[in-house]
């Protein structure tokens, strides 16, 4: 695994992290789902533990808002689609913002391998055949489905094909987090996609 040396990441220097803009409380819950479903893609297409992303936040040194596997899955926990509700916290806008930098130091990390499953994903469009058929994408596709069925509240209600469609669309996602500008992208998108929809 490539080591990335970060700059030293806190709430005294959000802004140098393109983090400065402020969600409001009503987009939180949005957010909080997101995240943990661009968690759940980085976890599936490479195989990633729990341990890996506290090593992700002693690396940016964000230890203080999560120091272990527990506090971790609180903050998972939190999504609004996740089942049961023991555990749940409440995720505040640092956290949110730690979990963004996480993301996106993990997706540089794993830079080559989403790169060669986007690749792969391309070529099967291309020659009009099914992502299964090409075994980085069909144990990536699997192992989200079956995670997603086994986590979220209604994961055994949504179809084969709505999950697939959701998890190629986070895999060419995290292509681009994991790029220079990948946090600032990322926030953005976050911020963007938990606004309400404008009436007609």
């Not at 709505?162 to 986070?170: D, F, R, S, Y």
Request: proline fraction near 4%; include cysteine; glycine fraction near 4%.
């Amino acid at each position: 695994m490539t080591s990335i040396v970060q700059p030293s990441a806190s709430p005294s220097n959000w802004e140098n992290h393109h983090l400065s803009a402020q969600p409001n409380p009503d987009q939180l819950d949005n957010i909080k789902a997101q995240l943990d479903l661009i968690l759940l893609a980085i976890e599936a297409i490479a195989n990633l533990s729990s341990e890996a992303m506290l090593q992700a936040a002693t690396e940016l040194n964000l230890e203080s808002m999560i120091s272990d596997r527990v506090s971790l899955w609180r903050l998972r926990q939190s999504s609004p689609l996740r089942k049961g509700q023991g555990g749940r916290k409440k995720l505040d806008v640092d956290e949110a913002r730690a979990l963004t930098l996480i993301i996106c130091h993990l997706a540089k990390q794993q830079n080559e391998l989403i790169r060669r499953a986007v690749a792969l994903l391309e070529q099967l469009t291309e020659q009009n055949r099914e992502p299964h058929q090409a075994a980085l994408l069909g144990n990536y596709l699997d192992t989200f489905q079956n995670t997603y069925q086994e986590r979220m509240e209604q994961g055994d209600t949504v179809s084969t094909e709505i999950l697939t469609q959701l998890a190629l669309k986070l895999l060419i996602d995290l292509l681009f987090y994991g790029s220079p500008q990948g946090v600032r992208r990322l926030w953005l998108t976050l911020l963007d996609r938990s606004l309400p929809a404008s009436p007609n």
